[in-house]
């Protein structure tokens, strides 16, 4: 009985937006909270660390996990946006030579840095007008040794 007056309210209430977008707003918070359990737990056991595992960029080192990172788990065990391994995977067998690598909208530098790693002394140049993301970016830049290939830009536009 009482499970049935709570669900009821809770429809009711989910009917004004403001409801709905505090749900959604619990709801990742609570699995933004499950994720951060995890990963300590794997970070205890030596089982998540700071170094890509596999994919298009395995090697590619993290800074300090203190420092935001969006998808940084998935980066981390080479499974962010996987859908576009095949694609790399058919760039970096073409054997092509390119003469720079641009990056619009870099975030903390995850496609720039593993780029620029793959294609070493090619100018990269990554543009992200987010300061915080910036800082990520500097720091992971820092630490792959990319200082001198990545160049990194604020806001992209055409004048640029």
């Known amino acids: 009985m ?3 007056l709570v669900d ?3 429809f009711l209430l989910l009917n004004w937006p403001f409801f709905r977008r505090f749900a959604t707003y619990l709801t990742y918070q609570k699995k933004l909270r499950l994720r951060r359990e995890v990963e300590s737990r794997l970070r205890t056991r030596g089982l998540y660390g700071d170094t890509v595992v596999q994919g298009p960029f395995k090697g590619l080192v993290y800074p300090d996990p203190s420092l935001w990172a969006s998808c940084r788990f998935e980066k981390i065990f080479g499974i ?3 859908e576009l391994f095949p694609q790399f995977e058919r760039i970096l067998a073409s ?3 390119y003469s720079s690598i641009c990056v619009i909208g870099a975030a903390e530098g995850f496609y720039v840095a593993g780029l620029a790693r793959i294609y ?3 100018p990269a140049f ?3 007008p ?3 993301k910036v800082e990520v970016l500097r720091a992971l830049v820092d630490i792959n040794g990319l200082k001198d290939q990545v160049e990194i830009n ?3 536009s055409p004048e640029v």
């Open 2 to 4: 009482i499970r049935i």
């Open 95 to 97: 054997g092509k030579s």
């Open 130 to 132: 987010t300061h915080q």
């Open 126 to 128: 990554a543009f992200e």
């Open 8 to 10: 009821q309210i809770s």
């Open 120 to 122: 070493r002394g090619i």
């Open 80 to 82: 962010y946006e996987c």
């Open 154 to 156: 604020g806001f992209c």
